[in-house]
T-cell receptor, first 115, second 117 residues
Framework: EPEVTQTPSHQVTQMGQEVILRCVPI?????FYWYRQILGQKVEFLVS????????KSEIFDDQFSVERPDGSNFTLKIRSTKLEDSAMYFC?????????????FGPGTRLTVT | AQTVTQSQPEMSVQEAETVTLSCTYD???????LFWYKQPPSRQMILVIR??????QNATENRFSVNFQKAAKSFSLKISDSQLGDTAMYFC??????????????FGKGTHLIIQP
């Protein structure tokens, strides 16, 4: 069964550094999402992406964040100048074309630790 | 904006018992979906069940079923014949649906369900 994959599984970085989190969505999916979950808290929506542009973003998704689909398979989340409070689990998700099933399929997550 | 409330931070039941997790939501949207996701210790988010708001019939998936009360904005999850593998965090989630697929999910804070042997 196809699944969303994410790399790395754990990333440790120093405050102020840039990080890129990578995701490979399910191959025939067209909508892509990033969420984050600070330890012990709920999952929060960051951004959705369709047709090579951002469709929707939350207030969390400020200028520090950017997303990109650099090729036909990868979907990335870049965090510039990381802060301690960026430490969280980051989940990528994808869903198929509208009109079909609307479930979002989640990857296993990347644990980001900012020191 | 939507809000999702899960009022039970933790629940514990014996194996084989039936357990119900509660969820309420607030929205002004008329077209939306509701979901329950399971997050085991691995922290992978796994879809358990979904409900379209326009459907009156409650969704069921094997041992999992929902009680969807649209007027009350309530969406509870019932797990029958609970198993040890059901131990996990359970998140209720809301998604508005405006014809596309790009809407983000709004999650509740979760209920930690523990199935005791």
């Amino acid at each position: 069964e196809p699944e969303v994959t994410q790399t790395p599984s754990h990333q440790v970085t120093q405050m102020g550094q840039e990080v890129i989190l990578r995701c490979v969505p399910i191959s025939n999916h067209l909508y892509f999402y990033w969420y984050r979950q600070i330890l012990g808290q709920k999952v929060e929506f960051l951004v959705s992406f369709y047709n090579n542009e951002i469709s929707e973003k939350s207030e969390i998704f400020d200028d520090q964040f950017s997303v990109e689909r650099p090729d036909g398979s990868n979907f990335t989340l870049k965090i510039r100048s990381t802060k301690l409070e960026d430490s969280a689990m980051y989940f990528c998700a994808s869903s198929p074309l509208a009109g079909g099933p609307i479930e979002q399929y989640f990857g296993p997550g990347t644990r980001l630790t900012v020191t | 904006a939507q809000t999702v409330t899960q009022s039970q931070p933790e629940m514990s039941v014996q194996e084989a018992e039936t357990v119900t997790l509660s969820c309420t939501y607030d929205t002004s949207e008329s077209n939306y979906y509701l979901f329950w996701y399971k997050q085991p210790p691995s922290r992978q988010m796994i879809l358990v069940i979904r409900q379209e708001a326009y459907k009156q019939q409650n969704a069921t998936e094997n041992r999992f079923s929902v009680n969807f009360q649209k007027a009350a904005k309530s969406f509870s999850l019932k797990i029958s014949d609970s198993q040890l593998g059901d131990t996990a965090m359970y998140f209720c989630a809301f998604m508005k649906h405006e014809g596309g697929g790009a809407d983000g999910l709004t999650f509740g804070k979760g209920t930690h369900l523990i199935i005791q042997p």
